[in-house]
């Protein structure tokens, strides 16, 4: 089999495995001792528990886990979790550190420095990066641009083009998706009008 190395984090499909148990019974997994725990990767959970020394019963389950415990399958489950709602929906809880924890991510075989690759590489970085800006536009007089520029000074540097409107300008720039409903606010005191905030889907920087 090749050899893989992990090239880069794609910021989506975060999860963590972890134990869940009834709310408010349990803390710790020293308090897995002896207990059944119901998992769909009963592999995972035995290495976890052997490591630390626990001994408990690893029931494996397909399916919805969560609802072990109500059947009187599984004391404890281990699942995975996102956002942790469908745990709540059941009367459970996690609790302890986390088993494992996933994010998909880039894999390419070590070495492989190929032109497809850089170029898809090239375009996953593009969106990436594109999800953390935005871009603002604003009409503002001529004679503040350069207090405007001063918060919104873009990538290489803002766009300024003239308006119709006799000493107006018109100025583009891209600007942190953080922050910029503060930064809207702050050209609206200096006298920026027409201010717009639009998505970009992609980019190269």
């Known amino acids: 089999m090749p050899r893989r190395r992990r090239c880069c984090p794609l910021g989506f499909g975060r999860s963590t495995f972890r134990f869940a148990g009834p709310q408010g019974q349990y803390t710790d997994h020293a308090q897995l001792a002896g207990a059944r725990i119901a998992t769909s990767y009963d592999g995972i959970v035995r290495s976890f528990l052997d490591q630390r020394g626990i001994d408990a019963t690893v029931v494996r389950l397909d399916g919805a886990v969560e609802t072990s415990i109500q059947l009187g399958v599984a004391d404890v489950i281990a699942d995975v979790v996102e956002t942790g709602t469908t745990l709540r929906r059941a009367g459970l809880e996690v609790f302890g550190e986390a088993i494992l924890e996933s994010e998909a991510v880039l894999i390419a075989r070590a070495?492989?420095?190929?032109?497809?690759?850089?170029?898809?590489?090239?375009?996953?970085?593009?969106?990436?990066?594109?999800?953390?800006?935005?871009?603002?536009?604003?009409?503002?007089e001529a004679g503040r641009v350069n207090e405007?520029?001063?918060?919104?000074?873009?990538?290489?540097?803002?766009?300024?083009?003239?308006?119709?409107?006799?000493?107006?300008?018109?100025?583009?720039?891209?600007?942190?998706?953080?922050?910029?409903?503060?930064?809207?606010?702050?050209?609206?005191?200096?006298?920026?009008?027409?201010?717009?905030?639009?998505?970009?889907?992609?980019?190269?920087?």
């Open 111 to 140: 070495g492989d420095r190929s032109s497809a690759f850089e170029i898809f590489k090239r375009r996953i970085d593009g969106v990436l990066v594109a999800r953390g800006y935005v871009m603002m536009d604003y009409d503002i």
């Open 148 to 205: 405007a520029v001063a918060l919104t000074p873009g990538i290489e540097g803002p766009t300024i083009s003239p308006l119709h409107r006799e000493g107006w300008v018109a100025v583009r720039a891209m600007i942190p998706r953080d922050g910029a409903q503060r930064l809207m606010d702050e050209l609206w005191d200096i006298g920026a009008r027409g201010i717009l905030l639009t998505d970009i889907h992609a980019c190269r920087l």
